[in-house]
């Protein structure tokens, strides 16, 4: 079965400095998507970016920019510029494109921005 | 607002009741899935409907929980004699054609039990 490990609880950054998120995942599958959420306090989860294991080069989105290893399984999201709106539980996610639908998410990392 | 509406946003039950929850999807998504999230995890797959049709159900989804979605448009998830565990926030997802699109969440449903 796929698992997804986001090895970081929480992780602090100032505000307008770049922050880097950790994941990796175990699969066996050669196709797939990765994705980053967002979930502010209270509110609902939100795509960041996602990434199509087919394709080399990393998503980026904005001020997002994420690092994709597929040997090395690994999938980790840079924000650049951070700001006070970046706050939030940021949770990692597999989804299989052949076998199954589901995405399996990661534990999630709190982002605190400090002004 | 055309995102996904899930209600009521907080159910608070005692222990043996049952309950259900609704999730309105994104009017031309399909695929319509259900997650429940307990505090500091991530959202684990419950099951997913393309259309009417149930394709997938969970492990974790035991005999007293039951998810329809009768016309493909809306969906309920019910969970009969509620216990202790099931409190949890209930989340719904959408994503539009044959499961390659991003799912786009509701609020969610935080249920609670007394």
């Known amino acids: 079965a796929q698992t997804v490990t986001q090895s970081q609880p929480e992780m602090s950054v100032q505000e307008a400095e770049t922050v880097t998120l950790s994941c990796t995942y175990d699969?066996?599958?050669?196709?797939?998507?990765l994705f980053w959420y967002k979930q502010p306090p209270s509110r609902q989860m939100i795509l960041v970016i996602r990434?199509?294991?087919?394709?080399?080069q990393n998503a980026t989105e904005n001020r997002f920019s994420v690092n994709f290893q597929k040997a090395a399984k690994s999938f980790s999201l840079k924000i650049s510029d951070s700001q006070l709106g970046d706050a939030a539980m940021y949770f990692c996610a597999y989804r299989s494109v052949k076998i199954n639908n589901d995405m399996r998410f990661g534990a999630g990392t709190r982002l605190t921005v400090k002004p | 607002d055309t995102g996904v509406s899930q209600n009521p946003r907080h159910k608070i039950t005692k222990r043996g009741q049952n309950v259900t929850f609704r999730c309105d999807p994104i009017s031309e998504h399909n695929r319509l899935y259900w997650y429940r999230q307990t505090l500091g995890q991530g959202p684990e797959f419950l099951t997913y409907f393309q259309n009417e049709a149930q394709l997938e159900k969970s492990r974790l989804l035991s005999d007293r929980f039951s998810a329809e979605r009768p016309k493909g448009s809306f969906s309920t998830l019910e969970i009969q004699r509620t216990e202790q565990g099931d409190s949890a926030m209930y989340l719904c997802?959408?994503?539009?054609?044959?499961?390659?699109?991003?799912?786009?969440f509701g609020d969610g449903t935080r249920l609670s039990i007394l």
């Open positions: 699969t066996s599958e050669s196709d797939y998507y």
């Open positions: 997802a959408s994503s539009q054609g044959a499961g390659r699109g991003p799912q786009h």
């Open positions: 990434q199509e294991a087919y394709k080399q």
